[in-house]
T-cell receptor, first 111, second 114 residues
Framework: GQQLNQSPQSMFIQEGEDVSMNCTSSSIFNTWLWYKQDPGEGPVLLIALYKAGELTSNGRLTAQFGITRKDSFLNISASIPSDVGIYFCAIPGAGSYQLTFGKGTKLSVIP | NAGVTQTPKFQVLKTGQSMTLQCAQD?????MSWYRQDPGMGLRLIHYSVGAGITDQGEVPNGYNVSRSTTEDFPLRLLSAAPSQTSVYFCASRRLAWGYNEQFFGPGTRLTVL
């Protein structure tokens, strides 16, 4: 099945800093999704990407997937303590309606 | 709308015991699924359903059974719990519409098998 590689696995940043995380695949995908999981909760969709090379924003979050359609990044600007959590990238899986998730990037924000 | 609800929130079982994890959604979503989350492993699909009476296996189905008798409910059954099934279980649902990808997750059930 498809595999997604997320990096870094974890990161510790100071409040106010910008954050960047990546997701790569060995296969081409035309849809990339970014989810966030708050501690003790289920994942929530942050951003859905449907066009290669196009930046999509959601508040302080910006994401894009590359023209090769094999990678995507998520940037968070001016981090705040509530940004703490695990960020997952996801792509449509083996079936049209399934999602395959990466292993996540765990973000810790130091006040 | 309550969204996706899961019960119980926490459960401790002994090896060999059986139990059912409950999942319900009130959004009239056709697609429902179960994932397990283990440290460093991300979310792995156990079983899924595209409508009442239709279920199929995901990536890690062994040791789990599901059924879908109504649109709203999608219970996950462990027939004989094993320590390897200690995990956090998430139920999710979504609309079945081409190009629509958002899945809504429940709050999770934290299961420990001793």
């Amino acid at each position: 099945g498809q595999q997604l590689n997320q990096s870094p696995q974890s990161m510790f940043i100071q409040e106010g800093e910008d954050v960047s995380m990546n997701c790569t695949s060995s296969s081409i995908f035309n849809t990339w999704l970014w989810y966030k999981q708050d501690p003790g909760e289920g994942p929530v969709l942050l951003i859905a990407l449907y066009k290669a090379g196009e930046l999509t924003s959601n508040g302080r979050l910006t994401a894009q997937f590359g023209i090769t359609r094999k990678d995507s990044f998520l940037n968070i600007s001016a981090s705040i303590p509530s940004d703490v959590g695990i960020y997952f990238c996801a792509i449509p899986g083996a079936g049209s309606y399934q999602l395959t998730f990466g292993k996540g990037t765990k973000l810790s924000v130091i006040p | 709308n309550a969204g996706v609800t899961q019960t119980p929130k926490f459960q401790v079982l002994k090896t060999g015991q059986s139990m059912t994890l409950q999942c319900a959604q009130d959004m009239n979503h056709e697609y429902m699924s179960w994932y397990r989350q283990d440290p460093g492993m991300g979310l792995r699909l156990i079983h899924y359903s595209v409508g009442a009476g239709i279920t199929d296996q995901g990536e890690v189905p062994n040791g789990y059974n599901v059924s879908r008798s109504t649109t709203e409910d999608f219970p996950l059954r462990l027939l004989s719990a094993a320590p390897s099934q200690t995990s956090v279980y998430f139920c999710a649902s979504r609309r079945l519409a081409w190009g629509y990808n958002e899945q809504f997750f429940g709050p999770g059930t934290r299961l420990t098998v001793l």
